[in-house]
Nanobody, 119 residues
């Protein structure tokens, strides 16, 4: 069972920045994608951004131009640089890793890290 360990959440004022990190406990060979989801109070979990092993990225419209996702394949780590934060970005942010091996598909989640943006 692969474990995803997130770090970097916290409290920040509107307009500020935070950088989230997520390290996977082991490498999984083959194509995969790593990403960040978030769940705000009373809301459903939504995709924030994801990135394939080859570096193709995808962002939610609400964060385009403010957030940047990146990954270090050698370290099995994905990052989310969040700039110009807004109160509506307040949520628990979850790391995700999904893909498939010869044994079948997999989909792993981190425990979540709280991001709070004050106005």
């Amino acid at each position: 069972q692969v474990q995803l360990v997130e770090s970097g959440g916290g409290l920040v004022q509107a307009g500020g920045s935070l950088r989230l990190s997520c390290a996977a406990s082991e490498n999984i060979f083959g194509n995969n994608a790593m990403g960040w989801y978030r769940q705000g109070p009373g809301k459903e979990r939504e995709l924030v951004a994801d990135i394939t092993k080859g570096g193709t990225t995808h962002y939610a419209d609400s964060v385009k131009g403010r957030f940047t996702i990146s990954r270090d394949n050698a370290k099995n780590t994905v990052y989310l640089q969040m700039n110009s934060l807004k109160p509506e970005d307040t949520a628990v942010y979850y790391c995700n890793k999904r893909g498939a091996t010869t044994r079948g598909p997999y989909n792993y989640w981190g425990q979540g890290t709280q991001v709070t943006v004050s106005s």
